[in-house]
């Protein structure tokens, strides 16, 4: 049985939403999948054991999590020795403006290479929001995110970006790739925006 790890950082809920549907895509076809939670804390397992790694984290004002960074520096050799893919998770994702949507790959790019890991795939995913969930600092700062992009939200209500359509077919392909049936065209180290 295919053996997948699902590495995530999750503050607000939504990267841990989208790696527990991911999980649920890759158990109903088979795959054996233990999704890990960085942030928590949980015993780290034996990357060797497994057969493909997605690791995902959330980005707070341009920062990815200290626990996914630390995770990757530490086993980035092992992740590099099978299929992987890194998922980023912003609104910066759905933003209108393309400059900021290469802002936050350049951000990406340069914590994967501080890292030295070199993921198959990376996929920019756009995130949620739910400003009755935060603090005074943490909804100016969210708001902020929001007004720059041009990206309206409901003023109170949590409002969800992600196109989970775009999410299966990612995981689709990743299983693919995992069991060398990968027929399409995408060439290593590809950088995608989730929807396309
Ligand atoms: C306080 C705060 C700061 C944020 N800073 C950024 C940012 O700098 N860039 C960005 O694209 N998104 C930013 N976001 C949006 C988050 O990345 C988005 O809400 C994401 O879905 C959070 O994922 P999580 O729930 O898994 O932590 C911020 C959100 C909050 C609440």
Known sequence: MTGILIAFASREGQTRKICNHIAARLTSAGCQVQVL?????????????????????????????????????????????????????????????????????????????DVGWHPDETRHVAGAVDPAALGLLERCAMHAVTNLHGIEIEHEDRTELTD?????????????????????????????????
């Open 37 to 113: 939670d960085l942030v928590a804390g949980q015993p780290l397992p034996l990357i060797e054991h497994f057969d493909g790694a997605i690791v995902a984290g959330s980005v707070h004002r341009g920062r990815m999590d200290q626990a996914l960074t630390s995770f990757l520096m530490c086993h980035a050799p092992a992740l590099g020795k099978i299929p992987s893919a890194y998922l980023c998770v912003s609104l910066s994702a759905a933003s209108v403006k393309r400059d900021a949507r290469a802002a936050i790959d350049e951000i990406t790019q340069q914590m994967l290479h």
């Open 164 to 196: 989970w359509a775009a999410i299966d077919r990612f995981t689709e392909t990743f299983i693919a790739r995992v069991n060398g049936t990968d027929a399409s065209n995408e060439s290593q180290n590809a950088v995608k925006q989730a929807g396309e």
